[in-house]
């Protein structure tokens, strides 16, 4: 299984593909953060991170694209970029027949530390170690991501093969254009 | 000058195409709202609601397309899905090349009535009226959508002028795919 992680951000859109399967070793194949100014419009922002999400599904051809739950009750001055910032990769991600999974920060703190109110450096810690990375990821965005698809891949596949079976609903039913 | 209105909303978005000058008559060329299950999956209600948007711009060509500024304050259970459907309608314009205005709808009440705490019924007196219409639009979120329409084109042309260049500097940029 091969998984697109999206930490969702205006400003940071943290970003990483790995692979693997649960119980086996996983493989970073990329990660990294993409860049907006606060000082450019809206519009610009938000076709930069569609753009750059997209240009990475094409490049990996992901199974399915992991996308971190966004709560309004935690970080309200970002929290609208960032709900911003999810709807453009959820929408890179259905337009090209890709399933969407959401995982809340306290589920991948879970997964990958086994404590879901983990640090930061913990959750980084063990990244580092799961993925065999001669260093910790940086910067934290991008090993935000890397543990958001570690979760997925870790969560099993059930969550999966639902989301795949709506995809496959969804092209199904999609309006050509 | 036409603008396309959007009153951003996951559940239900308003739209509205109307074309004028600020001290002439207006026109609705066209209003109404696209739903959205909240049964489907994310994924096909974001692309549900950018294909219609979509659609709208192609058929009507405006010239700029004004949504409302989504505050985080506000509608908490609600407003993470106000923000999504927001960002698509944005990058829906952005990608092609129009100029996003924001306006936050204590502007919106106040161009249409002269009152930023104007209620909706007497909002969508004013809409009627300043539209010709024969009956109050419905449902409200068209409503929303058209009184937006009116605002951005009686706020005047100088914001207009800004998101403009700012667009035609990004079409300029724009890495091409």
């Known amino acids: 299984m091969r998984v697109l992680g999206v930490d969702p951000g205006l400003t940071r859109c943290g970003f990483a593909v790995v692979e693997g399967t649960a119980g086996r070793r996983l493989l970073a194949l990329e990660y990294g953060v993409v860049r907006t100014s606060p000082e450019a419009d809206i519009g610009t922002r938000l076709v930069r ?6 240009a990475q599904i094409e490049r990996f051809r992901p199974d399915v694209v992991a996308v971190e739950r966004v709560f309004s009750q935690h970080n309200v001055r970002t929290v609208m970029g960032t709900a911003q910032a999810s709807a ?7 337009r090209l027949g890709l399933p969407v999974a959401l995982h809340t920060p306290s589920e991948v703190k879970a997964a990958v530390t086994g404590s ?4 930061k450096a913990q959750v980084a810690a063990m990244v580092t170690r799961v993925l065999g990375l001669a260093a910790a990821p940086k910067p934290a965005d991008a090993a935000d991501a890397l543990a958001l698809a570690i979760c997925h891949v870790w969560r099993g596949s059930a969550q999966a093969r639902l989301a795949a079976a709506a995809a496959a609903a969804r092209a199904g039913a999609a309006v050509p254009r």
């Open 116 to 119: 879901g109110t983990a640090g």
């Open 49 to 54: 991170v569609a753009d750059h999400l997209g």
């Open 88 to 94: 453009v990769a959820i929408l890179a991600a259905a």
